[in-house]
């Protein structure tokens, strides 16, 4: 059996089960240790270190809920997959309760088995304490003395650390990113899981328990986690007047960017780290040459100088060496041949070679700073980079931080595969070629087309063929960009292919004379990313209604001076306003109240006193109905 660094423990009973999965674990070159009773399953556990176990419920001895129970309250916090024929509401609930962070349910197909195994592998490996990481800047999530440190994986408090399973740690951090914001079950289900493989909004329930809980018995007295009933979670606010420093991420690079934008010495850095690979790629390049001068050029050798050209050709560019990419380019085409080189090309050949490693001594051509205030705007953005180039998605990944983007990088189709069944990102910057398989980005390109249709995804790529660029377009691609590309264009590229900024999804105009009722409608939307204008004095209503050109209207029917029913004849009797969605807030419901709003023009009512929950469903799917049709003009 090939040796891995992964290393899970099986437990499972039966036999012909066991041994067909053992097969399913060895031919994906999973090291593992195989019980067949919970008990000698606690003992293997306490004894070897585990990467995750993988376990039938029904098992003798010690059952796998009790185990898994048993395993929690011991301060075990590697993942738990429970293998289980019963997948009932209160089965369900008691895996999560015990501690489990995913399940499966009996009978099941082994790609789905592997898919879950690889998410929760992936979860927990970026918990691992002391790890390796890429970004040496202290990149933290605080609430008052506690803390998630993003590089380590530790959560603390004060000097306490706090154990939390993968998924505990995903949902705390989820929450500590987006301090104002309510996120409902099914939201938490897409982030957290994505895709077809996440578990019911059960388990978010268990979840929020199981971290209140831990953060309580880390010495964390107060509540963290705000319930919003009806709605959905929320992280409280740090109850103290000054500022509370909920996110650290980009503290230390903002500081550093004020003035310049992309942070000069990190990239030089990056930049120094990968020189001495570019200069090995080179030599392969250069033993290509001295061979093919030479007249006995071996295919292996020419396969791997033709891959080094590839990766040259996408990373030298973003380096700032554009003609490099150029040059390496010239060379993956005269290598590409099936045929030998004609003496003519063999001299085009080694004259690029020479060309690459004289623009490699040069000093690279600086990119032009980034704006500062693109950090604000794309804060909130997740990207997801597939590429095999270490050395490009590195530069892009320091650089990332100055444009305000969350970047992960994938370096092939089985990893982007495991970050999307992990959470989906908001834009994917996709590349067609890996050098190690021949699974190219087209699949999953093809995948997303039918799984996500509304990703946008850019392909970036140095293949530019025209039947390339037909699939791509087919497959709903956004954009299509050709490598080599300097970093400023790729996030550029990225920042075209985005939605409007998520902190304004959309505006909202409150009308009512009663500064009470309008600050609470308003604390009641703008957490869901609505950006909300509140009014108090009617008689401005055509002047700020012009100047705000909002998307939705939100009326007191009883106000004096001008009431609620007046203002909505005025909207409706301009044609360029005639579309507007308009909400009414009234405490008369009799039939006659209702018809006469109705008959104004109003599209739709709420009672007070006013529920969250209905205020905001109403809200939100009058907006989304009449989104083609909500500026004047539009008919």
Request: aromatic fraction near 6%.
């Amino acid at each position: 059996m090939k040796k891995s660094p992964i290393k899970i423990l099986l437990v499972e009973d039966e036999g012909g089960l066991s041994a067909t999965l053992a097969k399913v674990l060895e031919a994906n070159h999973y090291g593992f240790d195989r019980a067949n009773d919970g008990q000698v399953s606690l003992d293997l556990a306490a004894a070897i270190e585990y990467d995750l176990i993988l376990l039938d419920v029904q098992v003798p001895k010690l059952d796998g809920i009790s185990l898994c129970r048993q395993l929690r309250s011991q301060g075990y916090c590697k993942p738990i997959l429970l293998m289980t024929a019963n997948d009932s509401d209160a089965e369900v609930v008691a895996l999560f309760d015990a501690g489990a962070d995913d399940y499966i349910s009996k009978p099941f197909a082994t790609e789905v088995l592997l898919a879950r195994i690889r998410t929760l592998l992936r979860r927990s490996k970026a918990l691992s304490p002391g790890g390796s990481t890429q970004n040496s800047a202290a990149n933290t999530l605080t609430w008052g003395e506690l803390c998630l440190d993003l590089d380590s994986g530790r959560v603390t408090f004060g000097e306490q650390i706090i154990s939390l399973t993968a998924t505990e740690y995903n949902l705390l951090e989820l929450l500590l990113r987006n301090p104002d914001r309510i996120f409902s079950r099914s939201v938490i289900l897409d982030r957290l899981w994505g895709f077809d493989d996440a578990p019911t909004d059960r388990a978010i329930i268990t979840h929020i328990k199981d971290v209140r809980k831990k953060l309580k018995a880390g010495g964390l007295t107060e509540e963290i986690i705000e319930t919003v009933y009806g709605m959905g979670y929320r992280l409280k606010p740090y109850p103290q007047s000054a500022p509370f420093n909920f996110n650290k991420l980009v503290t230390k690079s903002t500081q550093k960017h004020q003035s310049r934008g992309v942070d000069k010495s990190e990239s030089d850095k990056v930049l120094e780290r990968f020189r001495g690979a570019f200069n090995q790629q080179i030599t392969v390049l250069d033993r290509a040459k001295t061979a093919l001068l030479a007249g006995n050029l071996e295919t292996e050798l020419q396969q791997s100088a033709k891959h080094e050209a590839h990766k040259l050709s996408g990373s030298l560019g973003s380096f700032g060496y554009p003609e490099g990419s150029k040059l390496a380019r010239s060379a993956e085409h005269l290598l590409i041949k099936d045929r030998s080189l004609t003496a003519e090309e063999i001299t085009d050949f080694s004259e690029v070679v020479t060309g690459l490693q004289q623009e490699l001594a040069k000093t690279p051509i600086t990119s032009t700073a980034v704006p500062i205030s693109t950090i604000s705007i794309f804060n909130n953005y997740r990207v997801l980079v597939v590429d095999d180039d270490a050395a490009l998605t590195e530069r892009l990944k320091v650089e990332s931080e100055a444009w305000g983007f969350q970047m992960k990088i994938a370096p092939n189709i089985t990893d982007a595969r495991s970050c999307l069944a992990l959470s989906m990102p908001d834009v994917m910057l996709l590349d067609l070629s890996f050098a190690e398989t021949e699974e190219g980005g087209l699949t999953l390109l093809r995948e997303l087309t039918e799984r996500s249709p509304t990703l946008p995804i850019i392909v970036f790529t140095g293949r530019d063929s025209l039947a390339d660029r037909l699939a791509v377009s087919r497959l709903g691609a956004k954009q299509f960009l050709h490598k080599p590309a300097t970093t400023e264009q790729i996030f550029r590229a990225i920042a075209r292919v985005l939605p409007s900024p998520k902190t304004s999804e959309a505006k909202v105009l409150i009308v009512d004379d009663d500064p009470v009722m309008l600050v609470k409608l308003s604390a009641l939307l703008t957490p869901w990313g609505l950006e909300v204008t509140n009014l108090k004095e009617p008689q401005q209503f055509w002047e700020v209604l012009i100047n705000t050109e909002p998307d939705l209207v939100v009326l007191d029917l009883e106000m004096p001076i001008v009431s609620g029913l007046e203002l909505c004849q005025v909207v409706r009797q301009d044609i360029q306003w005639e579309n507007l969605p308009i909400l009414v807030v009234t405490a008369h419901t009799d039939p006659e109240s209702l018809q006469q709003a109705f008959a104004a023009g109003a599209d739709d009512f709420i009672t007070k006193p006013v529920l969250g929950p209905e205020l905001v469903t109403r809200v939100l799917s009058r907006i989304r109905r009449a989104r083609p049709l909500l500026k004047p003009g539009n008919t």
